[in-house]
C-alpha cells in the first residue's frame, strides 16, 4: 500500500538558511499534517491543510510557512534557521471519508543546523 | 493543562508475555478518539490502534488490544506475547472533536524494551 512520502529524509543546513521539505500524502487523502518532533520530546503539531486550505495553526514559528497545492503535496518552508529547529519534521495524511481519521505519518525528515 | 498522560518513562518485558502501557487523557468534547503510535530507533511513526469515543467495544488489532475505560478516562495499550521487535517508543494521543482535520496531541511516551 502506498505510504506518505517525504523528502529529503535527511537535511542539513546552517543558521540563519532556508530549508524546504516536501511531503506527497497517501493518494487520496485530502487532509495533511506538519510536525515537529524535537529530540527525546513527543511530537508537536505545527500546522495542518485541509483541501489546500489551512485547517489549523499550532506552535508554528513566524519564519515558518506552509501550503498544500493543488495535486495535494505540501512544502513546509523554513526561513532564517536556528539551532532550536533540529528535529524530525512530519508530515501525516488523513482521509476525511473514514470514521476514525486516523492519521499515517510519513518516515520524517530529520533536519540538522549547525 | 496535560491533556494526554504517560506516566511510564521505560518498561520491560520478557518475550512473549504481556504488556499494558498506560495512558489517561482529560478533555470536555463528547466526541474524540484516541490513537496509540510505535516508534522503533528508526524514527519512523507507526499506527497501531484506534479507539473512538463513542465506541462500545475496546478496540483490538492482532496483538494489540485497547482497554478502553472512559469514566476513568484511561485508554491503555496491551500488547500481548511480547517480540522483540516490539522494542520501541510507545506513543498515546489524542484527537479532539468529531471533526476529519482535528490535530493530534501527543503523551510524552513510554520506552518498551523487550528482553529475550
Known amino acids: 500500500a502506498a505510504g506518505v512520502i517525504q523528502s529529503p529524509r535527511h537535511l542539513i543546513k546552517e543558521k540563519r538558511e532556508t530549508a524546504t521539505l516536501k511531503c506527497y500524502p497517501i493518494p487520496r487523502h485530502d487532509t495533511v499534517y506538519w510536525y515537529q518532533q524535537g529530540p527525546g520530546q513527543d511530537p508537536q503539531f505545527l500546522i495542518s491543510f485541509y483541501e489546500k486550505m489551512q485547517s489549523d495553526k499550532g506552535s508554528i514559528p513566524d519564519r515558518f510557512s506552509a501550503q498544500q497545492f493543488s495535486d495535494y503535496h505540501s512544502e513546509l518552508n523554513m526561513s532564517s534557521l536556528e539551532l532550536g529547529d533540529s528535529a524530525l519534521y512530519f508530515c501525516a495524511s488523513s482521509p476525511t471519508d473514514g470514521g476514525t481519521y486516523e492519521q499515517y505519518f510519513g518516515p520524517g525528515t530529520r533536519l540538522t543546523v549547525t | 493543562a496535560q491533556k494526554i498522560t504517560q506516566t511510564q518513562p521505560g518498561m520491560f518485558v520478557q518475550e512473549k508475555e504481556a504488556v499494558t502501557l498506560d495512558c489517561t487523557y482529560d478533555t470536555s468534547d463528547p466526541s474524540y478518539g484516541l490513537f496509540w503510535y510505535k516508534q522503533p530507533s528508526s524514527g519512523e511513526m507507526i499506527f497501531l490502534i484506534y479507539?473512538?469515543?463513542?465506541?462500545?467495544q475496546n478496540a483490538t488489532e492482532g496483538r494489540y488490544s485497547l482497554n478502553f475505560q472512559k469514566a476513568r478516562k484511561s485508554a491503555n495499550l496491551v500488547i500481548s506475547a511480547s517480540q522483540l521487535g516490539d522494542s520501541a517508543m510507545y506513543f498515546c494521543?489524542?484527537?479532539?472533536?468529531?471533526?476529519?482535520?482535528?490535530?493530534?496531541?501527543f503523551g510524552t511516551g513510554t520506552r518498551l524494551l523487550v528482553s529475550p
Open positions: 479507539q473512538g469515543s463513542y465506541d462500545q
Open positions: 494521543a489524542m484527537r479532539e472533536g468529531g471533526r476529519s482535520f482535528q490535530k493530534l496531541v
